[in-house]
């Protein structure tokens, strides 16, 4: 089994002030990572992913998340957020069963960027 | 390419009322999967198809069936509709195991 607590549900931050999303996972066997976004009444898109490899992984719209095994942590990271980065934020862990990869979602965290 | 489309976006039932939420992928996927998003919750999976003509359960299954017609669609039944079943209803699709998943935009369904 594996579970996905994020930290903050929500996070207000000025625009053009640099932002940290908290993700922490727990799991008995590896994992891969994801950070998928959701704007107001959309599905979810992916930000970015940990599947092996170099640990800091770098997203679209400037978005990068570091993956420490030892902290079991894999937290979002923006240098200069945009009015535009207002939206929700999800963490996600892999599994598997059979073939398919089951995701088990974190709770979200809702990034507002104000002006 | 429409990617993943879901119909329909919108629906308000009464207890006890019956409906089937459609979704269709373009992308030739081997997996589908259903989810439902509750405000503070994520989303948690409903049940999932790892390839054509395979169905299994996740982390919500009660209350629901689903069918894999074939490799594009993949649609959830709800046979008595509840009001714990207001929710929004997310299908996603990826190309197998381990692959990212594709989303579509989602039905927002309100059992009163």
């Keep these: 089994a594996q579970s996905v607590t994020q930290l903050d549900s929500q996070v207000p931050v000025f625009e053009e002030a640099p932002v940290e999303l908290r993700c922490n996972y727990s799991s008995s066997v590896s994992v891969y990572l994801f950070w998928y976004v959701q704007y107001p009444n959309q599905g979810l898109q992916l930000l970015l992913k940990y599947l092996s490899g170099s640990t800091l992984v770098k997203g679209i719209n400037g978005f990068e998340a570091e993956f420490n095994k030892s902290q079991t942590s894999f937290h979002l990271r923006k240098p200069s957020v945009h009015i535009s980065d207002t939206a929700e934020y999800f963490c996600a862990v892999s599994g598997l069963s059979g073939s398919a990869r089951q995701l088990t979602f974190g709770s979200g965290t809702q990034l507002t960027v104000l002006p | ?112």
């Design chain 2, 1 to 112: 390419n429409a990617g993943v489309t879901q119909t329909p976006k919108f629906q308000v039932l009464k207890t006890g009322q019956s409906m089937t939420l459609q979704c269709a992928q373009d992308m030739n996927h081997n997996s589908m999967y259903w989810y439902r998003q509750d405000p503070g919750m994520g989303l948690r999976l409903i049940y999932y198809s790892a390839s054509e003509g395979t169905t299994d359960k996740g982390e919500v299954p009660n209350g629901y069936n689903v069918s894999r017609l074939n490799k594009r669609e993949f649609s959830l039944r709800l046979e008595s509709a509840a009001p714990s079943q207001t929710s929004v209803y997310f299908c996603a699709s990826s190309d197998r195991g381990r692959d990212t998943q594709y989303f579509g935009p989602g039905t927002r369904l309100t059992v009163l």
